[in-house]
């Protein structure tokens, strides 16, 4: 039975495109059949992280209104098997989504047999947002180390326990997760970001991971490829550990602290 | 002789009701839907009508004083300058309350309030006569709690952007970085108990402080907040 996860932030650009293309294919790395979906209409960036928007033929909109079936607008990935891409539309207006429709899509996602439905949200608490996490059954709630994006994330968690499906029909609560993304340890030591502990203390949900902030992040993302397919890197592993953790295992927290060189560097000077 | 009556001054909180469109029908959908998903805050509520357009129909002011009836609500009076009006506000029976200029930075805080308060999704009470409204878990950014007619007990945190409400007393077991309203239906003898207060702003039946106004010394453990002579009292526990 498909379980549909939601990657969703309330503020814009904290990296909910990146981690949903990052988790997605992570998952499928480990034999999960799933599909992510991308659900900024008249925006389309995911197609674009993914590699993939050459091949959009039909997209998410085309589905909703019945104007394609689920198997024509579904993306095959190249390199990871049984990794499956719904494309935004570009052109659509953001009400051509409708719940009804959303629905149907995940019904026939499931019928199709994966295992995991991703769903990545767009910015804001609006209609967009709330349709994109109405049939979770988890969430990802991406934050970054500021006040700010916080202050949203709280914000959507309120909505997710209100507003979802399972919250209106009384089920058992949206599991919630946290990915606390472009962590600077320098920064949060020298005050101007905040730290890792106040920020699960605030939001009080159970933490998947920490991602540095990294510039593979941007590279990657400019390649057509997810971070988490490009080896050696720490935004790579970090989301390995997220997909690791999220499937039960118990791993230490990683990317909390100042890298060595930079320490050594602040001792004794350049 | 015994006194029969008194007259004396005194400071309500009343809910203000501003409304931005003349369009009657447009007004009726939006309110009817807001009662819809709390009726039990609305039931009751005594209102001020404050017009922000003018001119307005002849008969608007008449039709929304039936419309709030209809709701449950209590239309007690408006608040405008506006000679027409007043004129419609004395013949529907209506107070007629002057409009006081605020600050910008108190206007703004009204908005947020309001804000948080239409997007309210947090549980309010049903019936009273059942002790205290127990929340357990973080009431988060944007929603509010109401406890109506009874205390409040939360045992977890209030986070910044969230509002608790109650017509009695309120206990925070945990973090309170919200803001906090007791006794909001006037009660002056309400309580504030906070395990750890950082408040944005805590009021007692009307009279408030906000953060900044709050001494350090109160943000580091168990407090208690009460009135005294309009003046709100902080003690440490
Ligand atoms: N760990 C990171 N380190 C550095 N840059 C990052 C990291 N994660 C994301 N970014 C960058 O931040 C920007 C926004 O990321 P992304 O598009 O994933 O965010 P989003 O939340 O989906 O945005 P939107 O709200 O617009 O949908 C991109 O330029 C991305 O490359
Ligand atoms: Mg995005």
Known sequence: ?270 | MSEVIALKGSVLSLSVLKVFSDDFAKVKAVLTNKVAQAPDFFKALPIVIEPEVSPLAPMFLAQLVELLHQQNMMPVGVRTADPQLIEQAEYAGLAVFEPVKVSAEKVDKADQADKSRAASSAASADTPDQGALMVKTAVRSGQQVYAKGRDLIVTAAINPGAEVVADGHIHVYGKAKGKIFAGSNGNRQARIFVQQLDAEMVCIAGLYQMAEDIKPEYKQGWVEICLQQDRLVFNLL
């Open chain 1, 1 to 270: 039975m498909a379980r549909v996860i939601v990657v969703t932030s309330g503020k814009g650009g904290v990296g909910k495109t990146t981690t949903s293309a990052s988790f997605a294919a992570g998952l499928a790395q480990k034999g999960f059949k799933v599909a992510v979906i991308d659900f900024d209409v008249g925006l389309r960036n995911l197609d674009l992280i993914m590699g993939c928007e050459r091949r959009v033929v039909y997209d998410f909109v085309n589905v909703v209104q019945g104007e394609a079936s689920i198997k024509q607008a579904l993306i095959k990935d190249k390199r990871v098997d049984n990794l499956f891409i719904l494309a935004a539309s570009q052109t659509r207006d953001k009400d051509a989504l409708t719940q009804e429709g959303v629905g149907k899509v995940i019904e026939d996602l499931r019928a199709d047999g994966f295992d995991y439905v991703i769903c990545d949200s767009p910015a804001g608490i609006e209609k967009g947002a709330q349709l994109a996490l109405f049939y979770a059954d988890e969430a990802v709630v991406v934050t970054n180390p500021e006040v700010s994006s916080v202050r949203d994330s709280d914000r959507i968690l309120g909505i997710l326990q209100a507003k979802s499906k399972r919250a209106i029909e009384g089920d058992d609560p949206i599991v919630e997760h946290l990915v606390l993304t472009r962590y600077n340890p320098n920064r949060v030591q020298a005050g101007e970001m905040l730290a890792m502990e106040d920020v699960v203390e605030l939001l009080n949900i159970k933490l998947l991971g920490v991602v540095p902030e990294s510039e593979d992040v941007l590279q990657a993302s400019n390649s057509g490829l997810p971070v988490i397919l490009t080896e050696g890197v720490s935004a790579s592993e970090a989301y390995k550990d997220i997909v690791d953790r999220f499937l039960g295992e118990d791993k230490p927290q990683r990317f909390l602290s100042v890298e060595h060189k930079s320490l050594f560097k602040k001792w004794f000077g350049k």
